[in-house]
Every structure is written in C-alpha cells, then in structure tokens.
C-alpha cells in the first residue's frame, strides 16, 4: 500500500481543512486507516483512526468534536475533516495504514504516506 496525503495549507483559527490520503493497492480497503501529526519540536502524535469499514473512529482528546475521519474505500481514499481549527493545530499531517489497529494508532503502522502542512494562524 502506498499513502499519499494532501490538502495541508494556510488557514486562520476557526476555519476548516479537509485531508485527503490517496492509497495505491487493493489491501488499503481492508487496512486501518489513521491520521498523525508532528509539530516543530515535538514527537508525532496520534489524531485518528478508522476500521477498514468507516465505523468505530478513535481520536485524540485534542481533536475531539473538531476533527472528523471517514474513507471511502471504493476511491481508495481516506480523509480528515478538520474544522474549528487552532494555532495548536499546526503540525504536518500523516496518513497511515496497518492491517492491525494497535500498531497504528500506537504509530507503528506498517505504511505511511508523506506528510502535509498545516498551518493555523492565530
């Protein structure tokens, strides 16, 4: 599976992004589907995740009721709806995919996409 992540940019505080993380290979739809993100000097942090079938999202209390996961698995495509956005936001974003959810969403899934920015100004 190969992971491409987009979408980062530049937004005010308050306003609304949407990732977007584009997967090569069938196995993606089968695969738990995860967000991080690693903000200038500090560790990745866990975001979100998702079973292969959309249900049973997981987020970080940090991003509770702003931020939002879903997939679309016959696009091959996962997302990350983030609104209400804050400074604290700011970080690049990774998507990622294990067959299994403990690696993941302990950050130790087995593929990663390259990351995007996003920047949250106050």
């Known amino acids: 599976v190969q992971l491409q992540a987009c979408g980062g940019g530049l937004v005010q505080a308050g306003g609304s992004l949407r990732l977007s993380c584009a997967a090569s290979?069938?196995?993606?739809?089968?695969?738990?589907m995860g967000w991080f993100r690693q903000a200038p000097g500090k560790d990745r942090e866990f975001v979100a995740a998702?079973?292969?079938?959309?249900?049973?999202?997981a987020y970080a209390d940090s991003v509770k009721g702003r931020f939002t996961i879903s997939r679309d698995n016959a696009k091959n495509t996962g997302y990350l709806q983030m609104n209400n956005l804050k400074p604290e936001d700011t970080a690049v974003y990774y998507c990622?995919?294990?067959?299994?959810?403990?690696?993941?969403?302990?950050?130790?899934?087995?593929?990663w996409g390259q990351g995007t920015l996003v920047t949250v100004s106050s």
């Open positions: 290979g069938r196995a993606f739809s089968r695969s738990i």
């Open positions: 998702t079973m292969w079938s959309g249900s049973s999202p």
């Open positions: 990622a995919a294990d067959p299994n959810w403990s690696p993941l969403v302990r950050g130790s899934g087995k593929y």
